[in-house]
């Protein structure tokens, strides 16, 4: 990816240049799956994690989990979920326009006061066309859409899967940029698109093994 890619993936549609990356340990809980499926998301998530450099934790010390999976069938689960409203009081509205808009995923983000993610909610309507993925390519892309603040566009016309010989991988360009995202060096928000040169300098570096 060169920098104009790169500053795309984080250019909203209002035109703005927003990154942010997790700033705390991730304390992931799932909620609508079996066992079964539930250790395949949390084992997406490690693997995302891993890949970024960052940590993951059994609590937040603040939040108790701070990354909230929902696997839900009809947009109306979340209304009618106990003590949901009170994690995210516009959530009336939020339904309505994800019911209006026919939507099938959501993801909605909080953010420390330095701007650096918090905790996230990740939504998951299992409609006819997300019934149809495999659990564990479903689970890979939203940890992998979740380990950033990406553009509301910057997944619109390509995911962040890649086939290869049959196998479903994360994307090695949407990996190279989760490693570099999370130097050390690199800060964790950034407004302005020159971020994306210094992003487009470690992607050159990161291994894609």
Same mark, same amino acid.
């Given at each position: 990816?060169?920098?104009?890619?790169?500053?795309?993936?984080?250019?909203?549609?209002?035109?703005?240049?927003? $990154?942010?990356?997790? +700033?705390?340990?991730? &304390?992931?809980? #799932? %909620?609508?799956?079996? =066992? !079964?499926? *539930? @250790?395949?998301?949390?084992?997406?998530?490690?693997?995302?994690?891993?890949?970024?450099?960052?940590?993951?934790?059994?609590?937040?010390?603040?939040?108790?989990?701070?990354?909230?999976?929902?696997?839900?069938?009809?947009?109306?689960?979340?209304?009618?979920?106990?003590?949901?409203?009170?994690?995210?009081?516009?959530?009336?509205?939020?339904?309505?326009?994800?019911?209006?808009?026919?939507?099938?995923?959501?993801?909605?983000?909080? $953010?420390?006061?330095? +701007?650096?993610?918090? &905790?996230?909610? #990740? %939504?998951?309507?299992? =409609? !006819?066309? *997300? @019934?149809?993925?495999?659990?564990?390519?479903?689970?890979?892309?939203?940890?992998?859409?979740?380990?950033?603040?990406?553009?509301?566009?910057?997944?619109?016309?390509?995911?962040?899967?890649?086939?290869?010989?049959?196998?479903?991988?994360?994307?090695?360009?949407?990996?190279?940029?989760?490693?570099?995202?999370?130097?050390?060096?690199?800060?964790?928000?950034?407004?302005?698109?020159?971020?994306?040169?210094?992003?487009?300098?470690?992607?050159?570096?990161?291994?894609?093994?």
């Amino acid at each position: 990816m060169d920098h104009t890619a790169i500053e795309r993936q984080f250019t909203r549609s209002d035109g703005s240049y927003l $990154f942010a990356r997790w +700033g705390r340990p991730i &304390a992931p809980v #799932v %909620f609508g799956v079996d =066992d !079964a499926t *539930l @250790s395949i998301v949390k084992g997406a998530v490690e693997a995302v994690v891993a890949l970024a450099g960052h940590k993951m934790t059994d609590m937040d010390p603040e939040l108790g989990a701070n990354m909230l999976v929902f696997f839900i069938r009809d947009w109306d689960e979340l209304t009618a979920t106990p003590d949901l409203d009170r994690l995210l009081p516009e959530l009336p509205e939020l339904v309505a326009r994800l019911k209006a808009a026919d939507a099938n995923q959501y993801r909605a983000f909080r $953010f420390d006061p330095d +701007g650096a993610i918090k &905790a996230a909610f #990740v %939504f998951v309507r299992m =409609d !006819a066309a *997300l @019934s149809d993925i495999p659990a564990e390519d479903l689970a890979l892309a939203q940890a992998a859409q979740t380990i950033l603040l990406w553009s509301d566009t910057a997944f619109t016309d390509r995911g962040p899967l890649a086939t290869v010989e049959d196998r479903v991988i994360l994307n090695p360009e949407i990996a190279g940029l989760i490693r570099a995202a999370y130097d050390p060096v690199m800060p964790a928000v950034a407004s302005d698109p020159s971020h994306a040169l210094r992003l487009a300098a470690r992607v050159g570096q990161a291994p894609m093994s």
